[in-house]
T-cell receptor, first 117, second 114 residues
Framework: AQKITQTQPGMFVQEKEAVTLDCTYDTSDQSYGLFWYKQPSSGEMIFLIY??????QNATEGRYSLNFQKARKSANLVISASQLGDSAMYFCAMREALMDSSYKLIFGSGTRLLVRP | DAGVTQSPTHLIKTRGQQVTLRCSPK?????VSWYQQALGQGPQFIFQYYEEEERQRGNFPDRFSGHQFPNYSSELNVNALLLGDSALYLC?????????????FGSGTRLTVV
């Protein structure tokens, strides 16, 4: 079975600095996809960035980048130039195949990020 | 363009009661998936609805059931509530062909069972 592990329950970062949120995964599949979501206190999960296992380059989306190390099975999220609005829960997720070839997401336990002014 | 709308936002129920949660998908989306997020944990997949049928189901008991209507909206029903059913219930809609890549989540319904 696939598994996502996020070992940092909480992180602090100073405004305008960069921060790395850790994610390791376990899968026996050769083809897989990794996602990062942000969950503010309002509750909705906001998609941030996606990395496919065969993507040759690390994914980037604005201030978000994904440090993908396939051999280590890690997919860490890097947020550059942190802003106060970045304070939220962050979840790493992986797609997992369902019986009809569609997918569901399996999530890690999340990291709470607090940005200090 | 409205995103995913869930109602109610908060709900308090007594153990043993039944509850119905509702989800209106984003315009253009025809597939709805439900996730349960217990406090301090990541969301867990409950089931997925497409073409008014339950297509796939996670590891949840039969007390959890659902429905999808012709307008693609969906309901999640939980019978014989247990204290452990207290959680944030998230609905994610997507165009069927996009699957998880097209997910838009609602803000959830926070259910408290006392």
């Amino acid at each position: 079975a696939q598994k996502i592990t996020q070992t940092q329950p909480g992180m602090f970062v100073q405004e305008k600095e960069a921060v790395t949120l850790d994610c390791t995964y376990d899968t026996s599949d050769q083809s897989y996809g990794l996602f990062w979501y942000k969950q503010p206190s309002s509750g909705e999960m906001i998609f941030l960035i996606y990395q496919g296992s065969y993507d040759e380059q690390n994914a980037t989306e604005g201030r978000y980048s994904l440090n993908f190390q396939k051999a280590r099975k890690s997919a860490n999220l890097v947020i550059s130039a942190s802003q106060l609005g970045d304070s939220a829960m962050y979840f790493c997720a992986m797609r997992e195949a369902l019986m009809d070839s569609s997918y569901k997401l399996i999530f890690g336990s999340g990291t709470r990020l607090l940005v200090r002014p | 363009d409205a995103g995913v709308t869930q109602s109610p936002t908060h709900l308090i129920k007594t153990r043993g009661q039944q509850v119905t949660l509702r989800c209106s998908p984003k315009s253009g989306h025809d597939t709805v998936s439900w996730y349960q997020q217990a406090l301090g944990q990541g969301p867990q997949f409950i089931f997925q609805y497409y073409e008014e049928e339950e297509r796939q189901r996670g590891n949840f008991p039969d007390r959890f059931s659902g429905h999808q209507f012709p307008n693609y909206s969906s309901e999640l029903n939980v019978n014989a509530l247990l204290l452990g059913d207290s959680a944030l219930y998230l609905c994610a809609s997507t165009p069927f062909r996009e699957g998880v890549y097209g997910y838009t989540f609602g803000s959830g319904t926070r259910l408290t069972v006392v």
